[in-house]
């Protein structure tokens, strides 16, 4: 028995769908199908975009044959294991608490311990990037301790600065631009995550490994990156 399904969404878009759960077996296999699909080099296909559990293969109705392209998409899906490849890890250094983790103490309140607590707990896993989404290279990363997995904001802000590292339930994430957001913000940090500029604007790519890293407030003023 197969351990995905096909969606058809629209007439310009299909959907290989696996277990609706976030688990990293999971997540691998759908980073593997998507490359194997971007690999395949069908004609048509403008975009193959990755979730926690899930495919989506946007192509143009006018340049293929729905079913040579769904025979394709299924042939993948069927074949390809998930990658077991060692993926990379990063470091990245974050300034918790302060000016630049305004929520640090509501998330200490809510897990009924102190905030350097929080951030122990915060610092003290390693992540895994499950997606990039919402905003050019956010990057979804899980999963945070049950202790402190507090729920998004009642009221989003409308500026969140760059560099904030927040928490939303079990998810992770460091906003790569000053944007809106709803997840409770404890630290900050100094390094860009998206740069427009660069060969590979992204700093994180789903299935890499991150490990935060504490710093303080004079080492964050010392590698914070110029805008």
């Known amino acids: 028995m197969s351990d995905w399904r096909l969606v058809r969404v629209g007439d310009a878009s299909i959907v290989v769908e696996f277990a609706q759960e976030i688990d990293p077996a999971i997540n691998a296999r759908a980073l593997a199908v998507g490359d194997a699909v971007r690999a395949a080099n069908h004609p048509g296909v403008l975009d193959v975009v990755e979730g926690y559990c899930s495919v ?10 729905i079913e040579l392209l769904v025979a394709a998409i299924e042939e ?25 983790g305004p929520d640090l103490e509501a998330v200490a309140a809510f897990a009924g311990c102190s905030p350097a ?54 998810q992770t994430g460091v906003y790569p631009v000053e944007a809106p957001g709803g997840w409770h913000l404890i630290g900050r940090c ?10 590979n604007p992204f700093l994180l790519q789903p299935g890499c490994a991150v490990r935060f890293v504490p710093i303080s407030e004079a080492e964050y003023r010392r590698e914070v990156a110029p805008a």
Request: proline share 10%; glycine share 10%; with cysteine.
């Open 56 to 65: 989506t293969v946007a192509f143009d109705p006018l340049r293929t044959a």
């Open 190 to 199: 100094p390094l860009r995550t998206f740069d427009p500029g660069a060969s």
């Open 117 to 170: 607590e929080v951030a122990a707990l915060h610092h003290g896993a390693t992540y895994r990037v499950y997606m990039l989404g919402f905003l050019p290279g956010f990057a979804y990363m899980g999963s945070v301790d049950p202790r402190i997995a507090v729920p998004r904001r009642s009221r989003p802000r409308l500026r969140v600065p760059a560099g904030s590292v927040g928490i939303a339930r079990f």
């Open 76 to 100: 993948a899906a069927e074949r390809t294991p998930a990658n077991g490849a060692e993926e990379a890890e990063v470091e990245l250094p974050v300034c918790y608490g302060g000016r630049h």
